[in-house]
């Protein structure tokens, strides 16, 4: 069943494809939106949700990547976190992590595992591979 609270996401910001940086951010305001309220989504929001940073994923894969290729894979998870609105406590239950953990992840002062690389690549809907310590310098 479709509720209201869907209607609205729609009516507010249909699910096509990205087509620019202004349409991104747009998509950015209506996904923090959902993120904030947590589990009070419903199950249809949840759905929405998924489609739409599926689709920011896509769109900053093709049109951002290189941006991602010269970073630290910790200086990626704080561009990450800053560009979808988020705090670090909303990706401990993501890696399964304590905030003491997460502070050393984001800061570069522990190293991100493949298993977080995977976690993240899913959570953010992009490429682990970004996430992934660069073997060499460009």
Known sequence: MVTDRYKALIDRFPLVPIKND????KAHEVAQTLIRRGSDIKSDEAEYLEVLLSEIGRYESKHHALEFADMAPHELLQSF???H???QVDLQAVLGVSSGVMSELVSGK???TREHCVKLGHHFKVTPALFLPKLYAS
């Open 22 to 25: 202004s349409h991104l951010d």
């Open 81 to 83: 976190i800053s560009d």
């Open 85 to 87: 609105g988020l705090k």
């Open 110 to 112: 522990r190293e991100l």
